[in-house]
Antibody, heavy 114, light 115 residues
Framework: EVQLVESGGDLVQPGGSLRLSCAASGFTFTSYWMTWVRRAPGKGLEWVATIKEDGSEKYYVDSVKGRFTISRDNAKNSLYLQMNSLRAEDTAVYYC???????WGQGTQVTVSS | QAVLTQPSSLSASPGAPASLTCTLRSGDNVDSYDIYWYQQKPGSPPQYLLGFTSNSHKQRGSGVPSRFSGSKDASANAGILFISGLQSEDEADYYCLTWHNNAWVFGGGTKLTVL
């Protein structure tokens, strides 16, 4: 059974940093592009970042470029999202997964507020 | 112009059918893109419903009822999600999704109300 478990979400002040983690199991992690998406309060789903199987390609939505970094450790079957210079508009539930195959974790809440 | 456009809301009665559209922007050919459909309910992660690839392959998510179906409509340059025999538990937000210019793009979502 595919399992994705996000962690690392928290309440942080504007300008602060967080590192989200996503532990994967039940599938061949090294064969999948992996993605972070988010849903902010009162808004729709938004793609955040995607990384290729071997980490050689990374793509970001414009609003997080230069602030967020997606990475993975295939030896640990783990995906990460380093989030710096956080803004109030980054407040959302963040999900890791594979859009093409429909696997998602339960999400982790990130709240940016003073 | 947004890459994917969805009506913001739709209402229908229990037992009735519902058709949700996802229009690809002018200049992009829907037959050249994979279109995926997701359902999301409050407090829950997105649930994969259906996928339609550029080579006409269709895939259904695990456990998705057969009353969820769909297609691409080349004449409308759109993806279509069709739900037959609406049930109260179908009330949710529905999103279409595609990979476009090295980015995943969601439609704005359709809030489906079953009343």
């Amino acid at each position: 059974e595919v399992q994705l478990v996000e962690s690392g979400g928290d309440l942080v002040q504007p300008g602060g940093s967080l590192r989200l983690s996503c532990a994967a199991s039940g599938f061949t992690f090294t064969s999948y592009w992996m993605t972070w998406v988010r849903r902010a309060p009162g808004k729709g789903l938004e793609w955040v970042a995607t990384i290729k199987e071997d980490g050689s390609e990374k793509y970001y939505v414009d609003s997080v470029k230069g602030r967020f970094t997606i990475s993975r450790d295939n030896a640990k079957n783990s995906l990460y999202l380093q989030m710096n210079s956080l803004r109030a508009e980054d407040t959302a539930v963040y999900y890791c997964g594979s859009p093409r195959y429909g696997h998602w974790g339960q999400g982790t809440q990130v709240t940016v507020s003073s | 112009q947004a890459v994917l456009t969805q009506p913001s809301s739709l209402s229908a009665s229990p037992g009735a059918p519902a058709s949700l559209t996802c229009t690809l922007r002018s200049g992009d050919n829907v037959d050249s893109y994979d279109i995926y459909w997701y359902q999301q309910k409050p407090g829950s992660p997105p649930q994969y419903l259906l996928g339609f690839t550029s080579n006409s392959h269709k895939q259904r998510g695990s456990g998705v009822p057969s009353r969820f179906s769909g297609s691409k409509d080349a004449s409308a340059n759109a993806g279509i999600l069709f739900i037959s025999g609406l049930q109260s538990e179908d009330e949710a937000d529905y999103y279409c999704l595609t990979w476009h210019n090295n980015a995943w793009v969601f439609g704005g979502g359709t809030k489906l109300t079953v009343l």
